[in-house]
């Protein structure tokens, strides 16, 4: 054929053929740069400039599951919540570790090749007699599924994510001084006597109406949006190609008729695919419906009221999701939440009363009256009620206030303060948990800042393929 069209160059049929073969590899360039990426995208996260691809997610995976045991195995097969835990885990991983590497090539970092033989050379794994064998290592790569290019380029990565992510790791020095400040400040203790005025000692009379409209203004009870909401699904074996195949081919016919005007209900039982519908359901009440997952009822949240879904892929299937109604966030009607007011407006006039004679009884104490309380020596975590104590250690030496809580009122006056002994032992313990913290917060300073240099965006598309549920 090419030799024909060589010899008859020059002849118009030979023009033609060679021009529509020309068109046919331009085509195919321009097929493959239009739809090439998508086809071919295996990114699930771009961090920055750089990405996580499926292959290295499921090599991660693989690695991971190869070192639990038997039964942490099969509870990542069969129990939903571990694996979506282990997955998030092993996606976050990758996260970090790809931004570490963004940090490296940006700041100039490199691992020769030199260092990298060197650290092979010190793996324990890989010696024989304090040696490094060949024998060995060959053998533990070969049973590792790592040729040995992919063996080095992971090793040089993780030497790169050690040179950004060691220069936060350095222990951190606690000065003496602030040591001892803090265990003074957490062990000392206070004498304070206090009194309780309790809401259920004073005594109310039933509402009128219009107190409870006044009550009801200044306590509104909202009822949040709810929305009914249906779906089609067609269920299928997402992880077998033939059953992904024709539940698609189905899915599609499916969305075809509801496009062309058919009800869910209608479409649904024409191709023998499953209709549910949900009424009222809302972030609060949320039915027991395994195709409601977060991602789903964000999206239902987030559509307009008479619009159904795009074909969605789910764990089960293929579904198409529709809004069929929204009531919003309204205030309840005061006749409807009438009976209901009433507890609310009598725990609010025992509030003001019981106020009322806690400010009496402060004043007392104020011009030196005896409050008839309880004195006690307490620390910031005993000896009084979790809201006493706190404002026991907030106030000065001398200091009366009230305190209020959820049930009472205390009126607390601050007798004196009183350091504790020295525990040099406890100092030490306490030094190191400061250092521990310190470190910690280095560390979650610098991976904010890492998360600022570096976004990290999902690959929507590709993420929900691959991790459909």
Do not use: C
Request: net charge negative.
């Amino acid at each position: 054929m090419l030799e024909y069209l060589r010899n008859a160059a020059e002849k118009p049929v030979a023009k033609f053929l060679i021009a529509l073969l020309a068109f046919s590899f331009v085509g195919w360039g321009v097929a493959e740069w239009i739809f090439g990426n998508v086809a071919t995208d295996t990114t699930l996260v771009h961090v920055g400039k750089g990405e996580v691809t499926m292959q290295q997610y499921n090599l991660e995976k693989n690695r991971e599951l190869a070192q639990m045991a038997r039964d942490e195995q099969r509870a990542f097969y069969t129990d939903p919540v571990v694996k979506e835990a282990v997955e998030g885990r092993i996606l976050a991983t990758l996260t970090t570790q790809r931004m570490a590497e963004n940090r490296a090539g940006d700041l100039g970092f490199a691992v020769s090749d030199v260092r990298i033989a060197r650290e092979i050379r010190e793996f324990p794994e890989f010696q024989q007699g304090g040696q490094f064998s060949a024998f060995l290592f060959d053998t533990v790569l070969n049973e590792s599924g790592y040729t040995e290019a992919q063996f080095a380029d992971v090793l040089r990565k993780q030497v790169l994510r050690s040179m950004v992510l060691g220069m936060v790791s350095v222990p951190t020095q606690v000065p003496e001084f602030v040591a001892t400040a803090t265990y003074n400040a957490r062990n000392a203790k206070r004498d304070i006597e206090y009194a309780v005025v309790e809401f259920k000692d004073f005594a109310t009379v039933n509402p009128t109406d219009e107190q409870l409209k006044s009550y009801y203004a200044q306590n509104p009870q909202v009822i949040p949006e709810t929305r009914t909401v249906s779906y089609v699904l067609v269920e299928a074996d997402m992880d077998k190609p033939d059953a992904y195949d024709a539940g698609r081919e189905i899915a599609i016919k499916v969305e075809d008729d509801i496009i062309a005007g058919e009800t869910l209900a209608d479409t649904a039982k024409k191709h023998g695919a499953k209709f549910v519908e949900l009424k009222s359901i809302s972030a609060e009440n949320r039915p027991t419906d395994e195709i409601l997952t977060d991602r789903m009822m964000e999206q239902l949240f987030n559509m307009d009221e008479g619009l159904e879904s795009e074909l969605l892929e789910v764990k089960q299937g293929f579904v198409i999701a529709r809004v069929d109604s929204v009531v919003p966030e309204h205030t309840a009607e005061f006749e409807k939440v009438k009976q209901g007011l009433v507890a609310g407006w009598k725990k609010a006039e025992q509030k003001k009363q019981a106020y009322v004679r806690a400010n009496e009884i402060l004043v007392a104490a104020n011009d030196g009256e005896a409050i008839g309380g309880k004195r006690v020596q307490v620390t910031r975590i005993s000896g009084a009620p979790a809201q006493v104590l706190s404002a026991a250690f907030n106030n000065a030496v001398g200091t009366n206030t009230i305190v209020p809580d959820t049930d009472a009122f205390y009126v607390l006056m601050v007798r004196n303060h009183a350091q504790p002994e020295v525990d040099a032992g406890q100092v030490a313990k306490l030094r190191q948990e400061m250092e521990q913290g310190a470190e910690r917060t280095l560390q979650d300073d610098y991976n904010s800042f890492l998360n600022r240099e570096y976004p990290v965006k999902v690959n929507e598309k590709v993420y929900n393929r691959f991790f459909a549920n």
